[in-house]
């Protein structure tokens, strides 16, 4: 009869243990954190079109954007997205911090 109340209890921290990590938030994918600094850009206002943009970057040590080139053909918008980006914090999503990281993201007027 111990042994089986020792089991049950086992389980039930078990469990417990297994909600909580489910209820913790997930860590943001790298799209959503560039996104939260992002304004959509004057170029794309006064045009009122949408765009997909891809961004190359490498995470430093601090774990801020550097090497960061966005990839357009509008000089502009490169600009006015890399100057909103540059020096940010980010929270690593991958192991590899020298990896270049490429996201893919989408502006809808």
């Known amino acids: 009869m111990k042994t089986f109340a020792s089991l ?3 389980l039930l921290l078990f469990g417990v243990a297994q909600a909580y990590a489910f209820r913790t938030k997930p860590e943001r994918n790298l799209a959503t954190q560039l996104s939260r600094y992002l304004q959509l850009p004057d170029a794309l206002r006064q045009s009122r079109q949408g765009a997909v943009v891809l961004i190359s970057f490498r995470i430093d040590a601090d774990d801020r954007l550097a090497d960061l ?3 357009t053909s509008d000089r502009g918008l490169n ?8 020096g940010q914090k980010v929270v690593r999503t991958g192991p590899d911090r020298n990896a270049v990281q490429w996201v893919r993201l989408r502006f809808v007027p």
């Open 79 to 86: 600009e006015s997205l890399a100057r909103q980006l540059v």
């Open 8 to 10: 049950l209890l086992l």
């Open 69 to 71: 080139q966005v990839h």
